[in-house]
């Protein structure tokens, strides 16, 4: 089955960029969704189609991708930015199977 | 305002039956596909099913495939699951969540609160 792969944890301190990688076989061909989701709370949408930013979502907020790899940047991360980010994508099948990558967790301190 | 509205869980038994639901409010719901997303304790997320904004076309995750049912009531802006053969790793926070009326893109825009289910003997 498809898979989306990223790192478990990424750690900064406050005002540095923060990068969270994810990496899967389809996603030249496929977009990548990055969601944040907070604890105790409902993941909201933070970056989709690959570099695209939702109303709302903060210009420190980016997303890139090239090859097998999408990348969240935070520039500028601040404390509130702590965490847990994963990415979404569908698999190349034809199916519409979605897929999320199994989470980072973001600690700014 | 758009909102979403989950209900129906709680605790079942092994190899029981569940139905999820998920009132939408605010919006034009056959317009929008939707899906079932789900949450083990501790763990992260995992797509479990989409359907059409008509309903006439449903996708499942290998995990559930067999097993679950998606389908929506688009008369009553309602989303479900049909959950049968519950097993332990079924148990999660299950969330229900629209696509791209706020990006027009195949995103999940809005998500509900979710609703937990817990299957345990």
């Known amino acids: 089955s498809y898979e989306l792969t990223q790192p478990p944890s990424v750690s900064v301190s406050p005002g540095q960029t923060a990068r969270i990688t994810c990496s899967g076989d389809?996603?030249?061909?496929?977009?990548a969704y990055w969601y944040q989701q907070k604890s105790g709370q409902a993941p909201v949408l933070v970056i989709y189609?690959?570099?695209k930013r939702p109303s709302g979502i903060p210009e420190r907020f980016s997303g890139s991708s090239s090859g097998t790899m999408a990348t969240l940047t935070i520039s500028g991360a601040q404390v509130e930015d702590e965490a847990d980010y994963y990415c979404?994508?569908?698999?190349?099948?034809?199916?519409?199977?979605?897929?999320f990558g199994g989470g980072t967790k973001l600690t700014v301190l | 305002e758009v909102q979403l509205l989950e209900s129906g869980g709680g605790l079942v038994q092994p190899g029981g039956s569940l139905r999820l639901s998920c009132a939408a409010s605010?919006?034009?719901?056959?317009?929008?596909?939707m899906s079932w997303v789900r949450q083990a304790p501790g763990k992260g997320l995992e797509w479990v099913s989409a359907?059409?904004?008509?309903?006439?076309?449903?996708y499942y995750a290998d995990s559930v495939k067999g097993r679950f049912t998606i389908s929506r009531d688009n008369s009553k802006n309602t989303l479900y699951l049909q959950m049968n053969s519950l097993r332990a790793e079924d148990t999660a926070v299950y969330y229900c969540?629209?696509?791209?009326?706020?990006?027009?893109?195949?995103?999940?825009?809005?998500w509900g609160q979710g609703t937990m289910v817990t299957v345990s003997s």
């Open positions: 189609e690959d570099s």
């Open positions: 359907i059409s904004g008509s309903g006439g076309s449903t």
């Open positions: 605010g919006f034009t719901f056959s317009s929008y596909a």
């Open positions: 969540a629209m696509e791209g009326i706020l990006t027009g893109a195949d995103a999940f825009d809005i």
């Open positions: 979404y994508s569908t698999d190349s099948s034809g199916n519409h199977r979605g897929v």
């Open positions: 389809a996603l030249p061909k496929k977009y």
